[in-house]
Each structure stands twice: as C-alpha cells, then as structure tokens.
C-alpha cells in the first residue's frame, strides 16, 4: 500500500505517448506492434467501455465498496492484458483506513482487494480493471492485487482466517484466469521491480500461505 502508485503507473488518458504510437502505426500499416499497441488503446476511444452492472463483484463473498475512479483505470482484462499475477500487500493501518485511503482520489492508490484479519472480503475494483497498487505499470496491468490488514512488524495481525480466507480468493483469481499456483506468479508486494515497499513483510508465512492456495485450489471447479 502506498500513495504513489498512480504517478509510477502512468497514463490516466492519452497522453504524448499514446499519440506517438498513433503515428507510428499510421506509418507501418499492419504492423504486429502498433496492432497490438493499438488494441490496448481501444478501451480509451469514446463511447466504448465493456457492460458492468454496479455494484457486481467477481469473487462470491466479497462485499463491494468502490474505490475512487482517480486510483484505477478502466480496461477490458484479460483481452486488453492478459492476467497471469497475483501481488499480496499489507495496508500499514485497518481495515477501515485501508477502505477510506482507496476512496480517496487524493491517495493514488488502491488494490482490488482488501482482506480482513477476521477474514472478510471487499472488492474495491474489478478485476478488468487496471488498479494503482504496485507501483510499476507493468505489473499494475497484468495483476491481481489483494491487500490484508494489519503491520508488517506484527505477525499476530496474520490471523487463521486472514490466510484461510485470502487464500481462498487467490485460488478462485488463479483458476479463473490459469495462473500457476507458485512464488513466481504469487508475489508480494516487496518483489515488484522498483518498488520502496517491503510488505508483507518477514512475518508474513508464505510456506503456509501457499499450501493454503494450493489446497484451495484443488477445490475449485
């Protein structure tokens, strides 16, 4: 968690970049590049946005509470980018600090997820949709985030059912959209490329964690 992420993620519209990559696919016509460029900017063009219902959640459980349109982008995932990442955090506060930062358009920030010490869930953003949580526009665009209440330096905020629960919902994110149940594509937020974050920090128990998703992965239809 953290309050710079939308400045490190990038572009809220179509800025000079986006214009340049414009051009240069005027120039090469049918290019593999400028295609595939062009088909992450369709999104952007007016008039167009994928169906929502309000207030639709996409994990059975989860309450919704929107986060503030200035700490997410609205995209069309897994057919603009493709999903194959899940990244954990920690909010550094409670739970209702972590809801109240993520409606606040001044924070620039905000995960799709939050998970309570009690094991409660909220989704604050929709999955195809781009959330300011890691801090590095790539990994925005092709994860998954999920916060979890509590300190970094207090393992007792790691509770049973915060990683039952979080657990659950990670393999539910995994089958949906074929992520491999491993360290490589479950990351914390600490492991992200160029982050200042440390979270979840050294506390957080991740052989147990992933035995958690992997059980519950098995699970799921």
């Known amino acids: 968690m953290g309050a710079t992420e939308a400045s490190k993620d990038g572009d809220r519209r179509i800025g000079r970049r986006a214009l340049l990559i414009g051009g240069a696919a005027a120039a090469v016509g049918t290019g593999v590049l ?4 062009l088909a992450r900017l369709w999104w952007r063009t007016p008039g167009v946005e994928k169906p929502r219902v309000e207030g639709a959640v996409d ?15 609205r995209a069309d995932r897994p057919d603009d980018y493709a999903i194959d990442m899940v990244i954990i ?17 001044g924070h620039q920030a905000a995960a799709h997820y939050i998970v309570g010490q009690d094991g409660r869930v909220t989704q604050m953003i929709r999955e195809l949709d781009v959330a300011y949580h890691a801090g590095n526009r790539d990994y925005n665009e ?20 915060m990683y039952e629960s979080s657990a659950r919902l990670t ?14 594509h479950i990351i914390g937020h600490v492991e992200v490329p160029g982050t200042d974050h440390t979270d979840p920090g050294e506390h957080w128990d ?11 992965r098995t699970a799921v239809v």
Request: aromatic fraction near 12%.
């Open 171 to 184: 393999a539910r994110i995994c089958a949906r959209y074929d992520i491999p149940v491993d360290r490589e």
């Open 34 to 37: 400028a295609r595939d460029e």
């Open 206 to 216: 991740w052989d147990r964690y992933m035995k958690l998703v992997r059980k519950a």
């Open 89 to 105: 955090h920690v909010t550094q506060g409670s739970f209702a600090s972590a809801v109240k930062a993520f409606q606040d358009p």
């Open 142 to 161: 092709r994860s998954v985030g999920i916060e979890h209440e509590g300190f970094v330096d207090r393992p007792e905020d790691f509770t049973a059912a």
């Open 59 to 73: 994990y059975r459980g989860a309450k919704w509470v929107a986060a503030s349109d200035a700490n997410w982008r």
